[in-house]
C-alpha cells in the first residue's frame, strides 16, 4: 500500500473537486469515484512482493477445542485393567498451516488415547472467506460453524470460499491431526533371534560381592577369595532361601557408594517375596553398615509377590523391575502376569503402564529371565521356548526403531 498513496489520494481528491465544480456533468462523479476506488482496492498489499485482492482467501489459522482421552492402567490387583476419561487442551497444540501444498497438522502429536473423532475446531479465513467441510463418503460440503464437532480422525478436506457470492473458485486444505498410537511412555517389544544373556553389554556389579549360603549373608572384598558374614537388624530366617537377586545402584548424592537390593523368597513369609537393603560405603575408613529387612505387610500396603523364579532387575534411579511365575504357598497371583515397578528402592512394587510385557509372551515358558543392559534395553529370555524378547522404552529410543511393535 505504501507505493501508490499518491495515485490514489490525487484520485480521491480530483473527484472531490469535480463535485464542487456546478458545470461539470453530474454523471461524471460517480464514475471517477468508481475508479478511485478500484485503484485504491488495488493497491493494497499484504507484503512488498504480493498483491492481495478482497477476492483472494485462505485459512489463517486452525486449532482445536477440548479433546477427550481415554487412558488404560492396571488395578491395585496389578491384573485388571481399569479404564478412565480425562482431558486434552487442543489448544496447546501449534497447527502447521502449509498454503504451498495445501496441508494444515500438528507437528507435535496428541498423547496416546486422545479421541479425535468429536472435535471442535476453530478456523480463521483470510478476507471474510467461507469454509465448508467435505464429507468423509461422497461431495457434500457442509458449512462450517464454530459449535458443530467434526471427526478428524481421519485426514479431512476443507475448502475455503471467497465472500463474494456466487464464486465458483475456492482453496482447498488437508486437514490432519496428529495422534500417538502408542503411550509416550511404554516399552516395544520385538522378538529376536540367536542373541545369548553372554553377548549383552550388562552393567558392572558392586565392588563387593554377596551371597546367601547355609542361611547367612556372606560378602567378599576379594572377588570370592573369602567371605565374611554380614550384620542383619531382623532374624536370618528370613533371608532368602531361593530365587534370590541382587540389585546394585550407585548413589548420586554420595561418593564411593551404593545401594545394594537383597530380593527371594524366603520360607519365613508365605505370601511376600523378601526384600533386604544396605548401603555399601568404599571410601577409606568408611565403616561398613548393616543390612535392614524391608516389612511386608502393615504399613507397606504394596509388597512385592512371593513368585517363583523371581527375576529383579535395576532399571533407573526410579524404577527397579520384578518378574515372576506362579505365586508361592498363599500368594495367589498367575504366572508371568505383569512386571512390578518400584519406585522407592524395593520397598513397594506396583504394575503400571510404562512396564508392560508383551502380550505374545509365551507364559508357559518354565523361566523367564529379565535383564536390563547398559543402553536401558529390556531382555527377556524364556527358558523351555525360543523366544528372546527385546524391549526399549520409547521415551530413551531416540532412533524409532519400527522393530518394536507394541
Partial sequence: MAKCPF??????????????????KRNI??????????????????????????????????????????????????????TYKTT????????????LNRKIYNIDSLPYGTDASRVLVTITTKNSGQAFIKSLT???????????????????????YPFSNGSKDYRAYEVTVNV????????????????????????????????VENGQLLMSADKGATWTAEKLDTDASYLPNDNVN????GVRTADLTDYILLVGTSDADKKYASCWFKYDEYAAGAVSSGWSYITAGGSNLYPLPKMKNLSVAYYSDHDILAIGGAGMDDCKVDAYEAIY????????????????????LNKKATNVK?????????????????????????RDDKTANKRFLE
Wanted: with cysteine.
Fill in 341 to 360: 515397578v518400584s519406585h522407592d528402592n524395593g520397598i513397594s512394587w506396583i504394575p503400571n503402564d510404562v512396564f508392560r510385557l508383551p502380550k505374545g
Fill in 7 to 24: 495515485i490514489c489520494g490525487n484520485l480521491l481528491t480530483f473527484a472531490s473537486i469535480i463535485q464542487i465544480r456546478k458545470r461539470m
Fill in 180 to 211: 500417538h498410537r502408542q503411550p509416550t511412555d511404554s516399552v516395544y517389544w520385538a522378538l529376536e533371534k540367536g542373541v545369548k544373556v553372554e553377548s549383552l553389554d550388562l552393567p558392572a556389579a558392586s565392588v563387593n560381592q554377596y551371597k
Fill in 88 to 99: 486434552v487442551a487442543g489448544s496447546k497444540y501449534e497447527f502447521y498451516i502449509d498454503h
Fill in 138 to 160: 461422497d461431495e457434500t460440503l457442509t458449512i462450517y460453524s464454530s459449535s458443530d464437532s467434526l471427526d478428524l480422525s481421519h485426514p479431512r478436506e476443507i475448502r475455503v
Fill in 246 to 249: 541382587f540389585v546394585y545402584k
Fill in 29 to 82: 462523479v460517480p464514475f471517477l469515484l468508481m475508479v478511485a476506488t478500484l485503484v485504491f482496492a488495488s493497491c493494497l498489499k499484504s507484503n512488498d512482493t504480493e498483491t492481495t485482492y478482497y477476492s483472494d482467501t485462505a485459512i489463517s489459522s486452525f486449532t482445536l477445542g477440548t479433546l477427550n482421552r481415554y487412558v488404560t492402567t492396571k488395578a491395585k490387583d496389578g491384573v485388571t485393567d481399569s
Fill in 370 to 394: 529379565l535383564l536390563v543392559d547398559t543402553k536401558k534395553e529390556l531382555w527377556l529370555f524364556c527358558e523351555g521356548t525360543d523366544e528372546v524378547w527385546h524391549g526399549r522404552l520409547n
